[in-house]
């Protein structure tokens, strides 16, 4: 055997480079073949710079710095003028590119001053439209969602103060009628004040008190209901949900944490019950329907309920931004009771890193399972709107972002920003794209309210070529006798974690690859299970800095994860009604979607024994399962898959309760439930079950 290929063999079984046969990933700078086009984001239109709209009729959230060019340039008459525009046109919106990736924020109009002064002379440009410019960095999810939230909150606001100021305008007249009744308002005094001074000498107050107070009928408001409409006004004018004019300063719904905003909500509960008993009880009274015997006990026994949803929905919506790497543990926990309680809050869980590196040295979880472990929990909830993205693709998806915000219930988004710090120089933009692109961490949105079934509900169309398990793309390069040519190249999870610098021992370049006739594509070689020798080795096809061609084997270790990405992506494509290649069993159709074929090809799972089943204790919804392999990958011996690989616990005392807990938490469609610990003297017992409770 040759020796560039014994060493390319050793290094794939093994992992370890035997001498200097094989080149390191780093030291040339390697990069996937596809990016090579890629060097100079400032030289591209794409979806950045992206302006936060300050004003949009139409309702935009934001859009991306070239849609607003094309826009003003679609408005512009044909001929030599719109062609002079254009060209000028086109270079500022270069020059703002350049200025906001080397770190310029601020307004797009000043952007544009600056970018348009340093070109010199030329037509102005005058865009419809002005606000904040981002970047695609670590920044851009919470700005973007915040600037999204406060949109929907001012509508909210808005609707809030019209009623409100209806309400106490008649609920005012409704005493200042009942005022003018009374005997103070027909007393001398008081008929003088309203005459004013310039024809008080003209009557006589004193006789004309007497005639108005034969003439009037008894008061008609009790001195119960004038307490309870003054009290009610109080309410109205005092509250501090929405800012009013001469009112208190509003309260903050705006957090760091998820603790900090769930404390805030409990001990404004009150109030807000206090809030919506006032408006109910102005529109009783302004309607002349309030009744003392029926509706104080009414308003009593509903105050014991507590707030409804319907309630809820009338005040602010919390936003809470965390990132993933900020979170305690015991947040974890409350950050699920929030979903789990269908609380109307908004949650950005902003991930930075999705290859960090506990995720490769355990073993338990799958390249990106850091960033896609809240988003997998939420939607087994079914009641809670989830939107996972990379930043890169959040321009696209702001349709989704505005619907999510105005969803009745609890909305999570999961972001990766790709400003992971370890690329290599790589943009954010550039990382987070490719992570969607490998399957690492694919977009999708999950609404409760878009239909019946999980197909209906969940969308993952915005995946590229969604329908594969990777997407190809063509890498056009010039053989060594500078003849072109042309293949199609899948971009796989090895190419992402190529990416990553920490992993770069995990890659060797092959000096000569045409000695070594074994090298086959990495995304041919994960469909296919070796045992022993492998007949082909998995390579990928790179670039260096100055875009020559080198192919790179890889080891062993993130084929195994890079077989596992593949097929959690299968796992949700299919939730989401997209078709796939491979046999799909009857009993893994989601219960929504499940057709009752006529005669079953595979044998029905045995179900749970519920009735040997105590209340305590632990199991799986089986027939439910994705065979996603997280509880296996946890720990085989607990868990197991059934002759339908669906999992089931075989041996709940081979683990701990704490990977019972996690492997609820892990559980893409939230089937595992850990019941209690079997042994109290398990360490951390407190704050596992209080993880473990959205789950029991």
């Not at 890629?38 to 859009?63: H, K, N, Q, T």
């Not at 969803?407 to 992971?420: N, Y």
């Not at 994705?626 to 990958?633: F, K, P, V, Y």
Request: overall charge negative; some cysteine; proline content about 7%.
């Amino acid at each position: 055997m040759h020796s560039d290929l014994q060493a390319t063999l050793a290094f794939h079984l093994t992992g370890r480079r035997a001498g200097d046969a094989l080149g390191t990933v780093e030291e040339t700078g390697l990069r996937p073949a596809l990016l090579a086009g890629y060097r100079d984001l400032s030289r591209l239109r794409y979806d950045f710079p992206l302006v936060l709209l300050r004003e949009a009729p139409d309702g935009a959230i934001a859009e991306p710095l070239s849609f607003l060019v094309d826009r003003m340039l679609e408005a512009v008459p044909a001929g030599i003028e719109r062609q002079r525009l254009q060209a000028r046109a086109l270079k500022v919106e270069a020059g703002v590119r350049a200025m906001v990736a080397a770190g310029a924020r601020g307004p797009l109009s000043e952007l544009l001053d600056e970018a348009a002064r340093r070109l010199g002379p030329g037509p102005a440009l005058a865009l419809e439209r002005d606000g904040e410019v981002l970047d695609c960095d670590a920044g851009l999810p919470a700005k973007l969602l915040a600037h999204a939230w406060r949109r929907a909150q001012e509508e909210k606001a808005r609707a809030f103060r019209k009623r409100a100021g209806r309400l106490i305008l008649r609920l005012e007249d409704i005493l200042g009628a009942d005022a003018a009744r009374s005997e103070a308002a027909r007393s001398p005094e008081c008929l003088r004040a309203s005459i004013g001074a310039t024809y008080a000498e003209a009557f006589d107050f004193e006789a004309m008190s007497r005639i108005l107070g034969r003439a009037a009928g008894p008061a008609t408001m009790t001195e119960s209901r004038r307490r309870r409409i003054e009290a009610t006004l109080a309410a109205l004018k005092q509250q501090r949900f929405f800012a009013a004019e001469g009112g208190p300063a509003p309260l903050e719904f705006e957090f760091r944490d998820c603790a900090s905003a769930l404390a805030a909500f409990r001990e404004r509960v009150p109030a807000m019950e206090r809030l919506a008993r006032a408006i109910a009880v102005a529109r009783l009274e302004i309607d002349g329907e309030y009744s003392e015997p029926r509706h104080d006990a009414l308003f009593e026994r509903l105050a014991a309920a507590g707030l409804d949803l319907r309630d809820m929905a009338m005040f602010p919506d919390y936003l809470v931004c965390v990132n993933e790497r900020d979170l305690r543990e015991t947040e974890h926990g409350e950050l699920m009771e929030i979903l789990a309680s269908g609380l109307p809050m908004r949650i950005l869980v902003q991930t930075d890193d999705i290859l960090a590196p506990p995720i490769l040295d355990t073993g338990h979880q799958a390249f990106g399972a850091r960033g896609r472990r809240f988003a997998n929990m939420a939607i087994g909830l079914r009641d809670v709107y989830v939107l996972q993205a990379p930043g890169s693709h959040l321009p696209r998806l702001s349709d989704r972002i505005a619907r999510a915000m105005s969803h009745p219930g609890p909305a999570l988004f999961s972001v990766f920003t790709g400003a992971t710090g370890h690329a290599g120089g790589l943009p954010p933009y550039l990382v987070a794209a490719a992570a969607m692109e490998s399957r690492a961490f694919p977009a999708f949105t999950y609404d409760p309210g878009a239909g019946e079934g999980w197909a209906a509900r969940l969308s993952v169309e915005f995946n590229p070529q969604a329908e594969r398990d990777w997407p190809l793309h063509a890498l056009v390069y010039e053989d060594a006798v500078r003849q072109s040519v042309a293949e199609a190249v899948p971009f796989t999870l090895l190419d992402f974690v190529s990416l990553d610098r920490r992993y770069a021992g995990h890659f060797a370049r092959v000096p000569r690859p045409d000695g070594i006739g074994s090298l086959a594509p990495a995304a041919e070689c994960l469909d296919r299970e070796a045992k022993g020798v492998p007949d082909t080795l998995p390579s990928l096809t790179m670039v260096d800095a100055e875009d020559r061609l080198h192919k790179v084997v890889v080891d062993g270790r993130p084929i195994g994860e890079a077989r596992r990405c593949r097929d959690l992506w299968r796992s949700l494509r299919e939730l989401g009604g997209i078709g796939v290649s491979r046999a799909v069993p009857v009993e893994r159709v989601p219960e929504e979607t499940k057709v009752a074929p006529e005669k079953a090809s595979t044998p029905e799972p045995s179900p749970e024994p519920v009735n040997e089943r105590g209340p305590d204790e632990p199991y799986i919804e089986t027939p439910r399962c994705s065979s996603c392999d997280e509880c296996i990958q946890l720990n085989n011996r607990m868990f197991a898959y059934d002759g339908n690989k669906q999992a089931r616990i075989v041996d709940v005392n081979a683990g701990t309760y704490r990977q019972l807990v996690e492997a609820a938490e892990n559980c893409q469609v939230a089937i595992i439930h850990p019941g209690k610990p079997k042994n109290p003297d398990e360490p951390g017992l407190d704050e596992l079950l209080k993880r473990a409770g959205p789950f029991l």
